[in-house]
């Protein structure tokens, strides 16, 4: 059974930094495309941050040079780590896993965590 599950979340000042992990069992991070996605109450999931076919990270324009996305094939652990965080950097943050080529399109994800809270403040 596969299964995701992520943690860091919590609440920080705006300008601060958070790491979110997401460890991953039944499947190793090297056989799905791994990505970290964001929603706020009304609104959209939104694709942050996810492995292109080659390999290499794809990031959404808002967060481009503030979050970096990892992973951990030993530890089958995914990370994201965010620095220089904004209020409406806040949100419900997921990490998910699906078939290669999806980028931050998040129709192309079969498999979700339950998500961690990111809550900044001004």
């Known amino acids: 059974q596969i299964q995701l599950a992520e943690s860091g979340g919590g609440s920080v000042r705006s300008g601060g930094s958070l790491r979110l992990s997401c460890e991953t069992s039944?499947?190793?991070?090297?056989?799905?495309?791994m990505g970290w996605f964001r929603q706020v109450p009304g609104k959209e999931r939104e694709g942050v941050a996810a492995?292109?076919?080659?390999?290499?990270?794809t990031y959404a324009d808002s967060v481009k040079g503030r979050f970096t996305i990892s992973q951990d094939n030993e530890k089958n652990t995914v990370y994201l780590q965010m620095s220089s965080l904004k209020p409406e950097d806040t949100a419900m943050y997921y990490c998910?896993?699906?078939?290669w080529g999806w980028g931050l399109a998040a129709r192309g994800y079969t498999y979700w965590g339950q998500g961690t809270q990111v809550t900044v403040s001004s």
């Open positions: 039944g499947y190793t991070t090297t056989a799905y495309c």
């Open positions: 492995f292109r076919d080659d390999g290499s990270p």
């Open positions: 998910a896993a699906g078939l």
